[in-house]
C-alpha cells in the first residue's frame, strides 16, 4: 500500500517563503499524480498544484506564479513564496495511482503579520 508524509508546515509572514515537502512510499512510487490540496475554515477545499511522472506541473489560479511545484521519483516539492494571508490552510499532500487516492495528514501553515 501507499504511505504519504509531509512535512514542512509552520507560520510565515505575508511576503515570506516557506517549502512543504511529501514523500510517497509503497506500490508505483514513481509514476502517478502528487501534489496538495488545502482547505481552511469555512473554505471549498482547493487543489493548490499537482504534478505528473513527467513532471508537467498544474496550479490553481490563486497560486500561480508564486508557488512552485517539483517532483523527484517519490517525492514532491512545494516552494510558496510571496505568501498572503489567504494562503493560511492546512495542506493535504496526495499521491494519485492506478485510480487510488492516499493522502497525508495534513500540516497547518499559517501566514500571518
Known amino acids: 500500500q501507499v504511505q504519504v508524509v509531509e512535512s514542512g508546515g509552520g507560520s510565515v509572514q505575508p511576503g515570506g517563503s516557506l517549502s512543504l515537502s511529501c514523500a510517497a512510499s509503497?506500490?508505483?512510487?514513481?509514476?502517478?499524480?502528487m501534489g496538495w490540496y488545502r482547505q481552511a475554515p469555512g473554505k471549498e477545499r482547493e487543489l493548490v498544484a499537482s504534478?505528473?511522472?513527467?513532471?508537467i506541473p498544474s496550479y490553481a489560479d490563486s497560486v500561480k506564479g508564486r508557488f512552485t511545484i517539483s517532483r523527484d521519483k517519490n517525492t514532491v516539492y512545494l516552494q510558496m513564496s510571496s505568501v498572503k494571508p489567504e494562503d493560511t490552510a492546512v495542506y493535504y499532500c496526495?499521491?494519485?495511482?492506478?485510480?487510488?487516492?492516499?493522502w497525508g495528514q495534513g500540516t497547518q501553515v499559517t501566514v500571518s503579520s
Open positions: 509503497g506500490s508505483f512510487v514513481s509514476i502517478g499524480v
Open positions: 496526495f499521491r494519485t495511482v492506478v485510480g487510488r487516492t492516499y
Open positions: 504534478i505528473i511522472t513527467g513532471g
